[in-house]
Structures are given as C-alpha cells and as structure tokens.
C-alpha cells in the first residue's frame, strides 16, 4: 500500500518526502497535507485558551534569567517592562510553552523559534546585494512549521496595538500576511528544489518594482532605511565604537552597554579572558570553509568588550572583537554571542547539534537565503571552569530594521506581506512545502483563525506584561531602565 508516513523528524526534514525508501511524488504529498486537516482542522488554529497548568510566566523568565549574567538581568527586566510589545520580544520561552498545547500538522519543517516581526530585517548578502530576510535563530530547532506563523501573526497585532491601530486594521495586517504566506507557499509548492533555494528577497529588485507606487512620504521612508542599512558596515562601527587609548585603537566604553574587557575585569583576570576570546577566535575558524579561514587569518585581534544586545538576549554573555587587517583603517567587528538550549527544547525532539553554537548556525544557514560569511561556532571554557557554546558572525554587516513602532496601518501592511512572503520561502527550504501547502489550500479559512488566534494572544500577552510590571513593583525581581 502507497502510503506516506512521517517518521521522526529530522533537521531538514528530507525522511518526510519518502513513501517506502522511494521519494513521494507530488500528489502523494499533496494527499498528506489535505490528511492533516483531519489531524488539526484549519480553523482549529484561532483557538487559544491559557492552560489550568499554564506556569506562572515570571518563573518561566526567571528561570531564563538564572544561567544569564546577574548584573545584566535587571536591564532585560527593564527593557521588557517599556511596553508589552518589548515584553514579547523577551518572552519566547512563554510562548514556547503555549504554542506546545495548541494545534499540529504533524508537518515539520526548520523553525526560526522566535519569528517576531522585529527579526525580519534587511541584511547584506556575501556578493553584496542588500536583502530582506529573517536575522534571529536563537531559538531554532525542527518543529510544526505553524508555530513561527502564529509567533509571527502576534506579534503583528501587539505592534499594531502599541502603533494605536483598531482592531479591524490589525486584523488586516494579520490575514495580509499569512495570505502571503499561503500564496507564496503554494508558488513554491509548483518549484522545482533548486529554484526554491535560489530564491531571495533583493532590496534592489524592490526598489524597482515598487518605490514608484509608493507616496512619497512613504518612498522617502524606506529609502532612509535601505540607505541606513547600507552604512552600517565594520567602518561604522569602527567609527562609532572605538577610540583611540594610548595611541593605540581600543573599543570606547559606554558602561553598562558596552565595556572593554579592560574596564571589565583589570589586571591579570582581564588578559585571561582576552586570551581565551583569542582562541575562541582562532579555534572557531574550523567552522568556516576554507576560503573563509584564509580570509579570518589575515586579520589579527587588536581589543574585546562585552556588549548588551537585544531585548530577550540580554544577560547572555556576548563580546564583540575589534579585529585590524591590512592597517589601521580595515577593520572587522565580529560578535561572538552565547548559545543556549533552545527554548522550543522541552517540547520537541532532541537537537541532532550537541553544540548549541552549531544548532544555531545550522539552522541559521538553512533558512536564510545567504549567510554571513564569518558565521560559525565553538566551544569554550570560561573563566569559571564552566563550558559554554557560541556562535561568531559579523556584528554590523548593512543590517538595516524598519521602524515598525512608527508604521501607520497602510505601511504594516506590506511589511507584513514582505515577513510573510519571507518565512513561506525559509521553511519551504527545509519542509515539504506541497504538503504545507495543500493543508493551507486556495481559501482564506487559515488565515481568518490567525487573526483570531493573534487577538487572543496578544491579551494572553498583555496579561502576562502586566504581571512582570507588578512583580517590578512588588520587589519580586529589579528592573534597570537603561537603553
């Protein structure tokens, strides 16, 4: 009997395209999304309900917190207590936990695990060709290829709220995207393999198609933001971050963001640390191909300083490096961040990475339309003994975020349109996108229930901001206002 079945998944998700040890045919696939309505009807996704065992979402972050840097948990606290916009950027181990009692497909595919909409943003492509694509893969692992759709669907109507939108209007962000999402996905469900992985979302070939549609307010405003991200690059940086100490180039303080390991840990604990960010350096370079480790070699270390980044990563321990090449005038900034088990962990199989760093850049390199070159990953032993796994890439490389705390209605539209069109093309890669896109079908069924779905959810979020506001209040934890 021809029957298709899923195994356990793998990263790539490859065993689902096979009926018997042969690959499934296209109709086969077909069949076996239409099947998953069965599984979780399409409309089954507008339900959200918390649980009577829902944790406690203070404990959920505290919990988070108590691997993190003690002194930098106040600020993540700080950052997150501004608005329950911010609070959900910080909080994707709480919904981690919700998505996991909420309807599957059984469908897997390469999650990003925190798709919010601040983490799709323009980046720089290794032929340097600005795009559009998704930035953040802390978080991922192989999973129900819906979960990033709903993380993505919410977060679209708590901006809204925070932008003043009615109900109606963040109803239309939501069901503009995930009908893209849809409609893209069935594009490449009609692909072939190849076609799917050369897809890409270039900054240039928009301009062209639809600046001139655009107002001119409107035209004026990515055009600040793609120039923007053109001008953030290593000289930036090198412009922006650094001093000169001593007669000698050095990364410039600015306490408790930014602080040079010098100021950080004086005497004979700093050179420690700065000789094992050395190695790390050095030894992370078997993470590259090899045209990239020639490259890395011709660049030498010149300081390291601790920075805060984001807001749900704030508390892991990140460095950046000042790295000189050919003078004083070519730098290279790489961030060497922490990797943690995930947060999707304790609700999916088990990562095939036993480096954290390398789940994140496996994953990274799978959903991404191109990578940053001096992305890779090592293994460390800090100065408490303790091992830990990072991940390297460039810290500015024309990364550019669109202002979504400043889109009027009309603008979060086709931002919404351009994450989903985005996350379709990042998990057809790893998925079976036919699959993925018989269950969608041609109707707008699935699209209605995530925007009920993301109206429940962002006053499940609401509730829980209010809850860390009041634990603030209460004593419960510190928070630190520092931007």
Same mark, same amino acid.
């Given at each position: 009997?021809?029957? @298709?079945?899923?195994?356990?998944?793998?990263?790539?998700?490859?065993?689902?395209?096979?009926?018997?040890?042969?690959?499934? #045919?296209?109709?086969?696939?077909?069949?076996?999304?239409?099947?998953?309505?069965?599984?979780?009807?399409?409309?089954?996704?507008?339900?959200?309900?918390? &649980? &009577?065992? /829902?944790?406690?979402?203070?404990? =959920?972050?505290?919990?988070?917190?108590?691997?993190?840097?003690?002194?930098?948990?106040?600020?993540?606290?700080?950052?997150?207590?501004?608005?329950?916009?911010?609070?959900?950027?910080?909080? +994707?181990?709480?919904?981690?936990?919700?998505?996991?009692?909420?309807?599957?497909?059984?469908?897997? =595919?390469?999650?990003?695990?925190?798709?919010?909409?601040?983490?799709?943003?323009?980046?720089?492509?290794?032929?340097?060709? !600005?795009?559009?694509?998704i930035n953040d893969f802390d978080e991922t692992l192989?999973?129900?290829?819906?979960?990033?759709?709903?993380?993505?669907?919410?977060?679209?109507?708590?901006?809204?709220?925070?932008?003043?939108?009615?109900?109606?209007?963040?109803?239309?962000?939501?069901?503009?995207?995930?009908?893209? *999402?849809?409609?893209?996905?069935?594009?490449? +469900? +009609?692909?072939?393999? @190849?076609?799917?992985?050369? #897809?890409?979302?270039?900054?240039?070939?928009?301009?062209?198609? *639809?600046?001139?549609?655009? #107002?001119?307010?409107?035209?004026?405003?990515?055009?600040?933001?793609?120039?923007?991200?053109?001008?953030?690059?290593?000289?930036?940086?090198?412009?922006?971050?650094?001093?000169?100490?001593?007669?000698?180039?050095?990364?410039?303080?600015?306490?408790?963001?930014?602080?040079?390991?010098?100021?950080?840990?004086?005497?004979?604990?700093?050179?420690?640390?700065?000789?094992?960010? +050395?190695?790390?350096?050095?030894?992370?370079?078997?993470?590259?191909?090899?045209?990239?480790?020639?490259? @890395?070699?011709?660049?030498? !270390?010149?300081?390291?300083?601790?920075?805060?980044?984001?807001?749900?990563?704030?508390? #892991?321990?990140?460095?950046?490096?000042?790295?000189?090449?050919?003078?004083?005038?070519?730098?290279?900034?790489?961030?060497?961040?922490?990797?943690?088990?995930?947060?999707?962990?304790? *609700?999916?199989?088990?990562?095939?990475?036993?480096?954290?760093?390398?789940?994140?850049?496996?994953?990274? /390199?799978?959903?991404?339309?191109?990578?940053?070159?001096?992305?890779?990953?090592?293994?460390?032993?800090?100065?408490?003994?303790?091992?830990?796994?990072? *991940?390297?890439?460039? !810290?500015?490389?024309?990364?550019?975020?669109?202002?979504?705390?400043?889109?009027?209605?009309?603008?979060?539209?086709?931002?919404?349109?351009?994450?989903?069109?985005?996350?379709?093309?990042?998990?057809?890669?790893?998925?079976?996108?036919?699959?993925?896109?018989?269950?969608?079908?041609?109707?707008?069924?699935?699209?209605?229930?995530?925007?009920?779905?993301?109206?429940?959810?962002?006053?499940?979020?609401?509730?829980?901001?209010?809850?860390?506001?009041?634990?603030?209040?209460?004593?419960?934890?510190?928070?630190?206002?520092?931007?």
């Amino acid at each position: 009997m021809n029957t @298709l079945t899923e195994p356990a998944p793998s990263a790539n998700g490859r065993r689902a395209l096979h009926v018997g040890g042969r690959f499934a #045919t296209p109709d086969a696939r077909a069949a076996r999304g239409r099947a998953a309505r069965a599984t979780a009807s399409r409309s089954s996704h507008a339900e959200f309900s918390p &649980s &009577s065992r /829902r944790p406690d979402p203070i404990d =959920v972050i505290e919990r988070q917190s108590s691997t993190r840097l003690p002194e930098l948990v106040p600020i993540r606290y700080g950052r997150m207590m501004e608005s329950p916009f911010r609070f959900y950027r910080g909080a +994707a181990a709480i919904m981690a936990g919700d998505l996991s009692r909420t309807p599957r497909t059984g469908i897997t =595919v390469q999650l990003c695990g925190d798709a919010h909409l601040v983490n799709f943003r323009l980046l720089a492509s290794p032929e340097r060709r !600005l795009m559009f694509d998704i930035n953040d893969f802390d978080e991922t692992l192989p999973g129900p290829w819906e979960w990033d759709v709903k993380r993505l669907a919410a977060s679209l109507v708590i901006a809204g709220r925070h932008n003043g939108f009615s109900r109606a209007e963040s109803r239309s962000v939501v069901t503009t995207m995930v009908r893209f *999402y849809r409609e893209w996905m069935h594009r490449f +469900a +009609a692909m072939g393999n @190849l076609a799917v992985w050369y #897809t890409r979302v270039d900054v240039e070939r928009l301009e062209a198609e *639809y600046l001139d549609r655009l #107002t001119k307010a409107r035209r004026k405003r990515v055009e600040r933001t793609v120039g923007a991200a053109r001008r953030r690059d290593s000289l930036r940086a090198f412009e922006k971050l650094t001093t000169i100490r001593d007669g000698e180039r050095r990364i410039a303080a600015d306490p408790p963001l930014l602080v040079p390991i010098a100021d950080l840990f004086p005497g004979v604990e700093g050179d420690a640390i700065a000789e094992q960010l +050395a190695e790390v350096i050095g030894q992370y370079r078997v993470s590259l191909s090899p045209d990239r480790r020639v490259l @890395l070699s011709q660049y030498h !270390l010149v300081d390291v300083a601790r920075k805060v980044v984001g807001v749900g990563s704030v508390g #892991t321990r990140c460095w950046i490096v000042l790295m000189l090449g050919r003078d004083d005038q070519d730098p290279l900034f790489l961030q060497v961040k922490e990797a943690d088990v995930s947060v999707l962990a304790d *609700y999916l199989p088990a990562s095939e990475y036993a480096n954290q760093g390398e789940r994140v850049v496996s994953g990274q /390199r799978l959903m991404q339309a191109a990578s940053d070159i001096f992305l890779g990953w090592h293994r460390a032993t800090g100065p408490d003994g303790r091992q830990r796994d990072f *991940y390297v890439r460039q !810290l500015y490389d024309w990364k550019g975020i669109a202002p979504v705390d400043e889109m009027p209605p009309a603008n979060m539209r086709s931002f919404a349109a351009l994450c989903g069109a985005t996350l379709a093309r990042a998990h057809a890669r790893s998925g079976d996108r036919i699959a993925i896109a018989s269950y969608l079908g041609n109707s707008d069924v699935f699209d209605r229930a995530l925007a009920e779905f993301a109206e429940a959810y962002a006053n499940q979020n609401e509730r829980d901001h209010a809850a860390l506001v009041e634990a603030v209040k209460s004593g419960r934890v510190t928070a630190e206002s520092i931007d």
